[in-house]
């Protein structure tokens, strides 16, 4: 089999600008997913997506080739399944047609190379068609709307205790596994068919949108805190979506 990694990384950013190249743990953000897929056992290529020259060259710093996308493909509307469908679509149109793709956000360096690994094993084992990451949550997610406040993730007139509620995975949008065949067919997402959850620790599920995040992964990268704590995972149970499947 033949997997592909694919790297989303443009150049605008409003809440933190550049934030792709900022320093991150001594060395630009981006360059800490290039090293961890040059790690990973079972990623066979990598690109970087992108349409920002200084971009494109710390990504050849590290040895990885770049796809060019067009500029409407990184605008603040543009979406990640369009881009993926792009990068996708420039690698067969070259003769190589993976069997797998794997979306990495380069917003999410603190992942482990052995993490990537096992997703792809997680998704092959239980013969799903696309996988997410996730960390456990016990979040009381309230939304506001035109209604007014209304609980999410629970009831607020009998609100259990934390330890008594079902199991809940937020996404950490770090890894996502996907067949081919999900990118060109889903329309608003880049999960389809039989969805497997690949579970991670909470040191590796941090991502950066802000400075504060920045800050925080460059300290959990500078003391690897994440290499003291049990690494092991408790595994993974598929889900069911009613979109197309194989």
Not at 185 to 197: F, H, R, S, Y
């Amino acid at each position: 089999m033949k997997h592909l990694a694919i790297i989303p990384a443009r150049g605008g950013s409003k809440r933190l600008p550049g934030k792709n190249i900022l320093p991150c743990a001594g060395k630009p953000l981006l360059a800490h997913t290039l090293e961890q897929t040059q790690q990973a056992r079972l990623i066979d290529r990598t690109i970087v997506s992108t349409e920002n020259s200084a971009i494109a060259a710390v990504a050849q710093r590290y040895g990885v080739e770049v796809i060019w996308r067009p500029a409407e493909l990184a605008s603040d509307t543009a979406t990640t399944l369009a881009v993926l469908r792009h990068a996708l679509n420039e690698v067969e149109r070259q003769g190589w047609s993976p069997d797998l793709v794997i979306l990495l956000q380069c917003t999410s360096p603190v992942r482990r190379p052995e993490d990537i690994d096992r997703a792809i094993q997680t998704l092959l084992a239980q013969g799903a068609d696309s996988l997410f990451s996730a960390c456990v949550s016990h979040a009381c997610i309230w939304q506001e709307d035109a209604g007014g406040l209304r609980a999410v993730t629970y009831e607020p007139a009998n609100r259990q205790r934390e330890q008594d509620w079902p199991r809940q995975l937020r996404e950490n949008g770090s890894i996502f596994v996907m067949k081919p065949w999900v990118l060109r067919e889903m329309t608003g997402n880049c999960l389809g068919g039989k969805i497997a959850v690949y579970e991670m620790d909470v040191w590796g599920s941090f991502q950066i949108d802000t400075p504060e995040d920045l800050k925080l992964c460059d300290w959990i990268l500078r003391t690897n805190v994440f290499s003291q704590v049990d690494q092991t995972h408790p595994g993974a149970s598929p889900l069911e979506t009613s979109g197309t499947t194989r």
